[in-house]
C-alpha cells in the first residue's frame, strides 16, 4: 500500500498570505490528523478528521482551518500567514481514528513564511 | 499541553552498543506508540503498545509499559549508525473527547557513531 503522501513538500509564502496544504491518507483510512511541529514548540495537534466531521480541534486560532473530502483526502488552510506559522506540518492517517490504532505519518509539508 | 517526555534528551552511543530511551506520561491512556524522525522529515512509526500490554517486540526493538508508573521504555538492540534520528512517544488519553489525537513528548536525539 501506498503511505500517506502530502503536497507540496516545500513552500515559501509572505506575511499575509493564505496556504492550502493537502494530504491523502492511506488506502482504507478514515481518519486523518495534522499536526505543526516547530523548534520551539515540538509537536502539536491542530486537527482531526473522521468521515469529513472535524472531531477534535487543538489550540489553534481561526486562522487554521481544515476539511475532509468524501474520499478521505484532507486539506489544511492557514490564512494571513504570520512568521510564527513557519513550521513542518504533517498528517496523519488512521484506520479508524479510535485508540487503538496506529497513526502513520507523511513526510510533511516545510512552510516558510518570509 | 505536552503529554509524554523523553528521557535523556540526547543520546551518543557506538554501533553495536544498546540504546534505551525512556517515556513518561501524565494521565491514564488506551495506548502508546514510538516514532522516529529522520533530521526534517515525516514520522516513521515504529510500535504500538496497548495499556493491557507490558511488553512488545519488533525486530531489534523492545518497548515495555508500566502503567502504574505512566513510563515506556524503548530499546534498540546492536545500534547502527542508520538508527541515528530523533524518537518520540505518543500517547493518546483515556477520554473520548480526544479521539484521533495524539500527545507527543519532545523526543529523544539518538546519535550512533559508526
Known amino acids: 500500500k501506498a503511505g500517506v503522501t502530502q503536497t507540496p513538500r516545500y513552500l515559501i509564502k509572505t506575511r499575509g498570505q493564505q496556504v492550502t496544504l493537502s494530504c491523502s491518507p492511506i488506502s482504507g483510512h478514515r481518519s486523518v490528523s495534522w499536526y505543526q511541529q516547530t523548534p520551539g514548540q515540538g509537536l502539536q495537534f491542530l486537527f482531526e478528521?473522521?468521515?469529513?466531521?472535524?472531531?477534535n480541534k487543538g489550540n489553534f486560532p481561526g486562522r487554521f482551518s481544515g476539511r475532509q473530502f468524501s474520499n478521505s483526502r484532507s486539506e489544511m488552510n492557514v490564512s494571513t500567514l504570520e512568521l510564527g506559522d513557519s513550521a513542518l506540518y504533517l498528517c496523519?492517517?488512521?484506520?479508524?481514528?479510535?485508540?487503538?490504532?496506529?497513526?502513520?505519518f507523511g513526510p510533511g509539508t516545510r512552510l516558510t513564511v518570509t | 499541553s505536552q503529554q509524554g517526555e523523553e528521557d535523556p534528551q540526547a543520546l551518543s552511543i557506538q554501533e553495536g552498543e544498546n540504546a534505551t530511551m525512556n517515556c513518561s506520561y501524565k494521565?491514564?491512556?488506551?495506548?502508546l506508540q514510538w516514532y522516529r524522525q529522520n533530521s526534517g522529515r515525516g514520522l516513521v512509526h515504529l510500535i504500538l503498545i496497548r495499556s493491557n500490554e507490558r511488553e512488545k517486540h519488533s525486530g531489534r526493538l523492545r518497548v515495555t509499559l508500566d502503567t502504574s508508573k505512566k513510563s515506556s521504555s524503548l530499546l534498540i538492540t546492536a545500534s547502527r549508525a542508520a538508527d541515528t534520528a530523533s524518537y518520540f512517544c505518543a500517547t493518546d488519553e483515556d477520554r473520548g473527547s480526544t479521539l484521533g489525537r495524539l500527545y507527543f513528548g519532545r523526543g529523544t536525539q539518538l546519535t550512533v557513531w559508526p
Open positions: 494521565t491514564s491512556i488506551n495506548n
Open positions: 496523519a492517517s488512521s484506520l479508524g481514528g479510535g485508540q487503538f490504532y496506529e497513526q502513520y
Open positions: 478528521y473522521f468521515s469529513e466531521t472535524q472531531r
